[in-house]
Structures are given as structure tokens and as C-alpha cells.
């Protein structure tokens, strides 16, 4: 089977996805989901004409006044009356403004006497002067998040004045997580000779943390065929099923086999790119399968690559690859064989400089690399100044 290139197997991968089905969500659990259909107004914003200031609710005609105060209008307690002419009612902000008043005269250039009232400062000028009219903000029926929005928290609190408690949207994606080797022993536990702890899930997990997924870390499997496959059989019902390690061929690597011996079906193994080429792509039953490499630098690349925009398309994300851009090298690198390089880089502003270390085993510079240098297979050798396709991380 020949190397996949990296586009055409990440086409290939979001062919096979496609958004769950609509659900409706609660408002509190709409952040960072996809919406499905453009959010109409189901109300006016503001519904009614509102005070932006403390002051008093005037008939512009009736300047400079004086005024006769008639009552009061605040937030939640209207004043039901009209304003006629040389009255006046004490408002305040977000109040809405009484029947026949179009202008609010702040408080600091009025001065009372009882129910008197005189303007004593400056002339508020035009009429609706400090009035935020209705609909001012976005009125009943407009279309005030389009579709394949991200939910931010600006999002949901215009949703919410826009009268929804809840919005349709895919369902949340299953995703199972198993890490794959004989060796592996869980995260602080003692580590013996030829031992290594568990470090892929707890890493895939906090990748996932900012995406509308629900991911269930299923632990360790042993590298055992009728336990792998046992394993994949039980878990066809889930959206995706992530793998790491046993994806090579080495005889230990059991996750092809396991995954046909289940009655899955691959698409494409072994792409074109460095580190992660023993990548797995198939299906069993409903779930997507994918089985990333074992080591960290590999099974991050790979995830971000792969992984994540498979789950930002399941959850309805429109534009699901991730973006790159371009930065100044600040020193030279040698020319790329026959596989597309991702190198961990730190960017500053319009720089990048590569880190030292670029084995696939080197986590310490994973941890601190903030990008990936993208170097096409077959690139000529690049110097200091030339221009590269970075991806932040």
C-alpha cells in the first residue's frame, strides 16, 4: 500500500464524516458548537424605547423647560401615562421611555424643586437624545447568527435576548479512547524495566477539551489480538474510536488486524508526512476508526491533522482543517525527502526558529514548541529569511 499524501487523506477522512444528528441544546451547553441553520430574532432588542442614562423622559418641544414632574419610570415598573406638554418623569437607564416623551434630559443638568424641574446645564440637542430606540439593537425576525456559527459567549447572550433558551445543533460526538501496548502502565504509577507510562490519552483528552465531544478514556489494551478485537467489536456503536500504538507492522502491531478481525474495514494506512506515517483510517459498524501512532510527537501531529477536524466536521464545523500561515525562518534548513515534515518550532510575531531536538520521541520539545513547520516532500533546502507554512499549536 503506497503513501497517502496528507490533503488527500484528510479528504478522503471528512468524506467519510458527516454532522450527527440535530439535537436541541441548552443554551449553557452551546459553547463552542456549531449552529445548523441561521438564529432568526423571535423578539426586538431593545422591545421598546429605553433610557441609556439617569435623567428625566421629556417632549423635546418643551425645551428648556421648566417641567412638572408626574411620576417615574424605572427597569421593570414602566410609567403607563402619556407625557404631555411641560411634564416630565424621572427615569432611569434601561427604563423604558413613557408615551409621548422622546428625549431624556440627564440628571446633572437638571435642577429640582419639588416636583419642579429647570435644565440648569447643557441642552441635550436632538430629539431621542440618550434614548436607545426599539429595535435599535436587532429586531424581530433578523438574522443575528448565521449559520455554521462557532458559539462564543457572545453568541449565547445574544441568543438568549433573542429569546432562545436552547439552539439545534449536531449532537456531541462519542469519541473512545484506548491506548494500545504491553508495556504501558498508567500515569504515575512505578514504571519497571521496559516499562513506559501511559502518556497519548491524557494529552488527546486536553486536545479534545476545547470541542463539542464527549471523550471516554477506556485505558489500557494489552498488545492481544481476541482482546483488541473483542475490544473494537464492543465499541461500534460509538462515533469514533481513536487508537495509539500496535499501527506499524511490526508483529506486535495488532491494531489492522484486530480492526478487520472485528468485521472493520480499512480505508487508507500509512500517509506521506513525518513523524506519523503508520496512520489508520477505517470504519466498524457506526464508528469511524482511527488509529494513531504511538509515540507523543507522532500521535500529536497526527491528531491534529486528522483527529480534530474529524470532530470539528462530525459537530458541524464547515471549514474543518486547520489554518496555516506564513513566517520567516531564522535559520537554515536541509532539504525534505520523500515525505511532508512537521517540525516543532517556536513562533514569535513573524519569525520561526525550528528546536534542536526533532526526533519523533523527543516530547520535551513538543512541550515546548507553540507551532509546526510545514515542509512539503521534495523541498529544496531553505536558508535564514526564506519564507515557510507554520501551523500554531
Known amino acids: 500500500m503506497s503513501l497517502l499524501p496528507v490533503a488527500e487523506a484528510q479528504a478522503r477522512l471528512l468524506d467519510l464524516a458527516q454532522p450527527l444528528p440535530t439535537e436541541e441544546a441548552p443554551l449553557r451547553d452551546a459553547l463552542n458548537r456549531w449552529t445548523v441553520q441561521d438564529v432568526g430574532a423571535l423578539r426586538s432588542q431593545p422591545s421598546a424605547d429605553l433610557s441609556a442614562m439617569d435623567g428625566y423622559a421629556v417632549r423635546h418641544a418643551d425645551l428648556p423647560g ?50 419642579t424641574i429647570t435644565l440648569s446645564g447643557d441642552d441635550p440637542g436632538a430629539p431621542d437624545k440618550h434614548v436607545r430606540k426599539a429595535g435599535s439593537d436587532f429586531s424581530e425576525g ?16 445574544l441568543a438568549a435576548l433573542a429569546g432562545y433558551g436552547a439552539l439545534p445543533m449536531p449532537r456531541k460526538p462519542r469519541i473512545a479512547l484506548i491506548s494500545t501496548g504491553s508495556e504501558l502502565v498508567l500515569p504515575g504509577q512505578t514504571v519497571g524495566d521496559g516499562q513506559l507510562p501511559s502518556s497519548n490519552a491524557i494529552m488527546l483528552q ?103 477536524p474529524l470532530v470539528r466536521k462530525m459537530a458541524g464545523c464547515r471549514q474543518p482543517l486547520p489554518t496555516f500561515e506564513e513566517a520567516v525562518l531564522t535559520e537554515a534548513m536541509p532539504q525534505v525527502g520523500g515525505r511532508d515534515v512537521y517540525i516543532r518550532a517556536v513562533a514569535t510575531k513573524r519569525k520561526v526558529e525550528p528546536l534542536g531536538m526533532q526526533d519523533s520521541a523527543a516530547t520535551l520539545a513538543l512541550s515546548r514548541a507553540n507551532c509546526l513547520i510545514r515542509r512539503p516532500a521534495n523541498s529544496a533546502a531553505a536558508t535564514a529569511g526564506d519564507t515557510v507554512e507554520i501551523l500554531r499549536i
Not at 506519523?276 to 491528531?303: E, M
Request: aromatic share 6%.
Open 66 to 115: 421648566p417641567w412638572k414632574v408626574i411620576g417615574e419610570s424605572a427597569a421593570g415598573t414602566s410609567f403607563n401615562a402619556k407625557v404631555q406638554a411641560s411634564e416630565a418623569v424621572r427615569i432611569y437607564t434601561g427604563a423604558s421611555v413613557p408615551a409621548g416623551a422622546d428625549t431624556v434630559v440627564v440628571q446633572e443638568d437638571i435642577t429640582r424643586d419639588g416636583n
Open 142 to 157: 433578523q438574522c443575528v447568527i448565521p449559520s455554521g456559527t462557532r458559539l462564543s459567549p457572545q453568541n449565547l447572550a
Open 206 to 308: 486536553t486536545m479534545l477539551a476545547g470541542l463539542p465531544c464527549e471523550p471516554i478514556d477506556l485505558g489500557i489494551i494489552v498488545d492481544d489480538l481476541p482482546t483488541l478485537t473483542d475490544c473494537f467489536s464492543d465499541l461500534r456503536d460509538h462515533d469514533i474510536i481513536v487508537t495509539t500504538g500496535g499501527a506499524s507492522v511490526g508483529d506486535h502491531d495488532l491494531v489492522r488486524p484486530a480492526l478487520e478481525a472485528a468485521g472493520g474495514a480499512i480505508n487508507f494506512w500509512k500517509i506521506q508526512m513525518r513523524p506519523g506515517k503508520p496512520l489508520i483510517c477505517g470504519r466498524i459498524g457506526n464508528a469511524l476508526f482511527l488509529g494513531l501512532p504511538g509515540n507523543p510527537v507522532s500521535a500529536f501531529v497526527t491528531a491534529t491533522l486528522f483527529l480534530l
